[in-house]
């Protein structure tokens, strides 16, 4: 077998064990919550009768995060790209986010838009990559500095020395693989190409990290107005980081849209920060409904409208 047929055998594994690794978190969410009934009923009628002006607060959050992932997809690429389309093609992607594993329905659709717009599948890919590490590293900052500034936001104290020695050896063992790997680095050395040259523009510059930073926020603020929304009195440096640890959770488990395994983490680390049950409970719906359930419908007639125009 030739290196070029291999690919689609490995990839179609890398599927299956996605697939795999969902059905095994949905079934342990579902197991979870059929052992908590009772707190689940609770939960929804306590979101049932929730403050709605706090509710109207939380959906527009949740619409401003389409706009701020499009202004951080515009900040990673250096061509302009339709300002319309784009934020159109975030709002599609997240739809998609929700029926394919790992993130895969997002990047399909950020990847085939790109490339309608002129860039090549390398620069494309390299583009979605760079907007992805800037959402990573700004989730860890923005954890590390509640720490910092709130060291009793979880009911822990930070100790900067050990932030201090994990670094420098996160930083070796990418050294190590770069210096080990010629493919690897040079992967690395075009993605570094890229991102210089993204830099080299500030607006791009602060475009890219100004967007990924109020994309983190913007949810998070979702999670904090529904809070409200329901009366649970949690100090929001909690709930912000509650949401910050949950959402990096998340990220290790390929789930469509993070399904059953956010839900669960935002529900065990708001418990953490003090909420009762069926309140955590209830901030976790309230959260799904405004940032996945309602707007999957009309995010999936958008993605099907792009795709008939050609934009995709």
């Not at 599609?92 to 329905?105: F, V």
């Not at 838009?113 to 390398?122: I, N, Q, V, W």
Request: hydrophobic residues 55%; charged residues 10%.
């Amino acid at each position: 077998m030739s290196a070029t047929e291999s690919l689609p055998v490995a990839s179609g594994r890398r599927l299956y064990l996605q697939l795999g690794i969902t059905l095994v978190v949905l079934a342990a969410a579902g197991a979870v919550l059929a052992a908590h009934r009772a707190t689940l009923d609770s939960g929804t009628e306590r979101l049932a009768a929730a403050d709605g002006e706090w509710l109207v607060l939380a959906c527009l959050a949740a619409v401003a995060t389409w706009v701020s992932a499009a202004v951080a997809q515009q900040g990673a690429v250096v061509e302009r790209l339709p300002r319309g389309r784009l934020v159109a093609a975030q709002f599609a992607a997240g739809a998609a986010n929700h029926l394919l594993p790992a993130g895969a329905g997002a990047t399909l659709v950020n990847l085939r838009f790109l490339r309608r717009c002129g860039l090549s599948t390398r620069r494309s890919a390299t583009a979605l990559a760079v907007k992805a590490a800037v959402g990573g590293v700004v989730r860890c900052v923005l954890g590390v500095a509640l720490l910092v500034a709130a060291p009793g936001t979880v009911g822990l104290s930070v100790r900067i020395p050990h932030v201090l020695v994990l670094l420098p050896a996160v930083a070796g063992a990418v050294g190590l693989a770069v210096a080990i790997s010629r493919r690897l680095r040079r992967a690395v050395g075009r993605a570094f190409a890229d991102v210089r040259e993204v830099h080299r523009s500030r607006a791009r510059a602060c475009a890219l990290w100004g967007g990924s930073v109020a994309f983190a926020l913007l949810h998070a603020g979702v999670v904090v107005a529904v809070v409200h929304a329901i009366g649970l009195g949690l100090p929001t440096s909690r709930v912000v980081m509650a949401y910050l640890v949950a959402s990096g959770a998340a990220a290790l488990l390929p789930t469509p849209g993070g399904l059953g395994s956010l839900d669960t983490v935002l529900a065990l680390a708001l418990t953490a920060a003090g909420a009762p049950g069926p309140d955590a409970v209830s901030t976790v719906l309230g959260y799904r409904l405004l940032t996945g359930w309602l707007p999957l419908a009309p995010g999936l007639l958008v993605l099907a409208l792009l795709v008939r125009r050609k934009a995709l």
